[in-house]
């Protein structure tokens, strides 16, 4: 069973921000988010590790032992959308539908922030950005 990969804001890396009642990033800001679990970072820049079951076509967003830059954009109904700095987005692969990748097209995400300022990540379906295998460049799944 996968982990429900749950996520805590760790820095901004312009300016300093104070507790959200509720999950509302500044446009223009670059964040990084820390895994709780692993301490590791999500990162949306680099991909991990090619999934096996996909022939070696397939590789998903991954977990880095580095920071990386995220920027988040409002989407519709208060969900977000998530951009790396070469502004590609992460967004749901069509081919196999529990891969996470990073692409030109935009996917809007489902992101709360329950009051121990833990961030959950989820698809419109409510499948969580999860991990199997824990650790650095390993790839990401809902």
Same mark, same amino acid.
């Given at each position: 069973?996968?982990?429900?990969?749950?996520?805590?804001?760790?820095?901004?890396?312009?300016?300093?921000?104070?507790?959200?009642?509720?999950?509302?990033?500044?446009?223009?800001?670059?964040?990084?988010?820390?895994?709780?679990?692993?301490?590791?970072?999500?990162?949306?820049?680099?991909?991990?590790?090619?999934?096996?079951?996909? +022939?070696? @076509?397939?590789?998903?967003?991954?977990? =880095?032992?580095?920071?990386?830059?995220? /920027?988040?954009? *409002?989407?519709? &109904? !208060?969900?977000?959308?998530?951009?790396?700095?070469?502004?590609?987005?992460?967004?749901?692969?069509?081919?196999?539908?529990?891969?996470?990748?990073? +692409?030109? @097209?935009?996917?809007?995400?489902?992101? =709360?922030?329950?009051?121990?300022?833990? /961030?959950?990540? *989820?698809?419109? &379906? !409510?499948?969580?950005?999860?991990?199997?295998?824990?650790?650095?460049?390993?790839?990401?799944?809902?």
């Amino acid at each position: 069973m996968k982990k429900t990969f749950l996520l805590s804001l760790l820095l901004t890396l312009l300016g300093t921000i104070s507790a959200w009642a509720e999950f509302n990033p500044e446009a223009g800001k670059m964040y990084a988010l820390k895994e709780k679990t692993t301490g590791l970072y999500l990162d949306i820049q680099t991909l991990g590790i090619n999934e096996p079951n996909a +022939g070696g @076509t397939t590789n998903n967003i991954s977990l =880095n032992a580095n920071p990386h830059i995220i /920027f988040f954009e *409002a989407g519709s &109904d !208060g969900k977000w959308k998530m951009r790396n700095a070469n502004g590609n987005y992460v967004q749901q692969a069509s081919s196999r539908n529990w891969n996470v990748v990073i +692409g030109s @097209t935009a996917y809007e995400w489902i992101i =709360n922030e329950p009051s121990t300022g833990l /961030f959950t990540i *989820a698809r419109a &379906d !409510g499948k969580y950005i999860s991990m199997d295998n824990p650790g650095d460049g390993q790839p990401l799944y809902c």
